[in-house]
């Protein structure tokens, strides 16, 4: 996925962009955000929604210390399918605004179906 946030004047305008990595069971999702607007944002929570019943991950949630305007920063997360058959699902990632309700960015990433885990 690739989605951009917000626009015009005093607006944050927040891009993100998202792979996965990985046959399964585990995942490994890269996701990059730029920050395209003019001021520094800093202390923004990162989260990312999964059915539990398909997926689980260590660090569902993180805080990025500080987004500088045009610079590209990378986080990587490690999202494992527990589904018995490798049901696939989609993944939410969210970059939350925590001066609002609203978020920075968001969008889905559609998850490939697993290889079978045999240790299931």
Do not use: W
């Not at 944050?12 to 520094?40: H, Q, W, Y």
């Not at 920063?73 to 609203?102: M, Q, W």
Request: hydrophobic share 40%.
């Amino acid at each position: 996925i690739s989605m951009g946030g917000g626009g015009g004047r005093g607006v944050t305008n927040v891009r993100l962009s998202c792979s996965v990595m990985g046959l399964g069971p585990i995942f490994k999702l890269k996701i990059e955000v730029t920050n395209a607007g003019a001021d520094n944002l800093q202390n923004v929570p990162l989260c990312v929604g999964y059915d539990p019943e398909i997926y689980r991950c260590e660090r569902p949630s993180q805080t990025v210390p500080l987004l500088l305007p045009n610079v590209t920063l990378t986080y990587e997360v490690v999202i494992k399918s527990i589904h018995p058959e490798g049901k696939a699902d989609n993944v939410r990632v969210i970059f939350v605004n925590p001066n609002s309700s609203v978020p920075l960015v968001s969008g889905i990433v559609s998850m490939p179906m697993s290889e079978l885990d045999e240790d299931m």
